[in-house]
């Protein structure tokens, strides 16, 4: 079996709503107080304390108004609603620790690649390597119309325009600037050497740009790349792309299935199988003793919305659960939204898919003393060949609080979870390796014969 240290993200959003729907009405949780940046450097201090690897911010445009079809429990319960910019918050958690990597969510089907590939540059300047793109394509029909399209593009052409995205971008972070373009003699009066800028010209379907990358080469040039999904085409993108993957399953073996036919895929793309890290989304609460952890369960289900959870859900597969009975199985037309989930949960019921959102969601969850829920986390990892995990809060920031007093300390004692941060990128911190991309991946192909190692 792996012995290796078990990677842990926060998973969070720039909002009151984002996983556990209804948890905000508890009296111990902070989420109201998101637009505060205390709320926010507060979370990267405890975080830092408790040696995570990350905060990955996730992030949606458009608004959940598939269910009854309006926004009518979107805004009664906050479901991704009110929701900010995550960008916005890094440096100011990035200036208040010294290792917490951030993976910010941004929607490249509404980006422009030149100024946003400016914005992550500078980000990775200001955090001294520790910034993370979580690459979407977005599945909301709400914000497509919200930007002035018709309708949302078919779910590989939105792949599609992604590829080119991601090419554009490497040209501008990896191929515009020598490493040693930057010059800075102040005698000869020479910042940087203009022979070593290069300018793009990319000419595509989707994009054409012509001009130098804005930022000088970062610590770690092209950010880390995290990217979620699971359909065909979005393993081939992950092939191709990804650094860490999310991946979720209902239980290790078919996880395995489905890390294996990843790793797999980003072989056959010419890269190699530990190219890749692999993170599941899992829920945690943890008490001193098995029997305080089931009585905060049961206190937890007091505050939950399942149907919140639901009508998160049925953006999710662009369904309106609310026109099924309770036992009437769920059928549906193509959508434009989430395929593999779509799929996944054809058949079932909204009773069903209601009893699986008891905690206003259907992330894995896991309850017990510190003891049993390291047991299960470690299962997962050995059992379904999985890096680590995201996180969720249920209570905020209790949730990450309980697990780094108690579940943290139970990892590292079984050798499992770090003692202390390596130096280093946010790269280096999850590969061991170096700052940069390896040569192998496709964004090489643009550094100048100079950059290349």
Request: with cysteine.
């Amino acid at each position: 079996m792996s012995q290796q240290h078990i990677l842990l993200n926060a998973f969070n959003m720039n909002c009151v709503g984002h996983i556990h729907h209804g948890m905000w009405t508890h009296p111990q949780d902070k989420s109201v107080d998101f637009n505060s940046l205390a709320y926010w450097t507060e979370l990267a201090q405890l975080l830092e304390r408790g040696l995570f690897d990350g905060l990955f911010i996730a992030d949606i445009l458009g608004v959940y108004d598939v269910y009854q079809q309006g926004i009518n429990l979107t805004a009664s319960e906050s479901i991704q609603l009110p929701v900010n910019d995550p960008l916005m918050l890094v440096s100011a958690m990035a200036g208040v620790t010294q290792h917490l990597g951030f993976g910010v969510t941004a929607n490249l089907s509404y980006e422009a690649p030149y100024p946003f590939a400016r914005r992550l540059s500078t980000l990775d300047h200001l955090t001294e390597g520790r910034i993370g793109w979580n690459i979407v394509t977005g599945y909301l029909d709400s914000a497509a119309r919200a930007v002035g399209q018709r309708e949302l593009l078919a779910h590989d052409r939105r792949y599609d325009q992604a590829d080119e995205f991601l090419d554009v971008s490497y040209q501008l972070w990896e191929g515009s600037w020598q490493d040693d373009a930057l010059v800075v003699d102040r005698q000869r009066r020479l910042y940087a050497d203009a022979q070593k800028i290069h300018h793009i010209n990319h000419q595509g379907e989707f994009y054409q740009v012509q001009g130098y990358h804005l930022s000088s080469p970062s610590p770690q040039r092209t950010p880390l790349l995290f990217q979620a999904g699971s359909s065909p085409r979005g393993i081939q993108f992950a092939a191709r792309h990804a650094e860490c993957s999310f991946v979720n399953a209902s239980s290790p073996a078919l996880m395995r299935q489905q890390t294996q036919r990843l790793r797999q895929a980003a072989v056959d793309a010419g890269r190699r199988a530990d190219d890749l890290r692999i993170f599941m989304g899992v829920s945690v609460i943890v008490a001193p003793s098995e029997r305080e952890a089931q009585e905060k369960h049961r206190s937890y289900l007091e505050y939950a919305s399942p149907e919140a959870g639901i009508a998160h859900f049925s953006s999710s597969i662009g369904l309106d659960l609310a026109a099924f009975g309770l036992d009437e199985p769920i059928t549906s037309d193509d959508t434009r939204a989430i395929e593999s989930v779509s799929k996944a949960y054809s058949g079932w019921t909204r009773r069903r898919l209601l009893e699986q959102h008891a905690m206003g969601s259907r992330y894995p969850l896991i309850v017990g003393n510190p003891s049993q829920v390291a047991d299960q986390l470690i299962h997962w990892i050995d059992e379904g060949d999985i890096d680590g995990f995201n996180l969720t809060r249920i209570l905020n920031p209790q949730s990450y609080r309980d697990f780094i007093d108690l579940v943290v300390p139970e990892l590292q004692q079984r050798g499992r979870f770090k003692t202390a941060y390596q130096p280093g990128s946010l790269r280096k911190k999850i590969f061991q390796q170096q700052d940069r991309l390896p040569d192998r991946h496709p964004a090489a192909q643009w550094r100048p014969a100079a950059n290349r190692r």
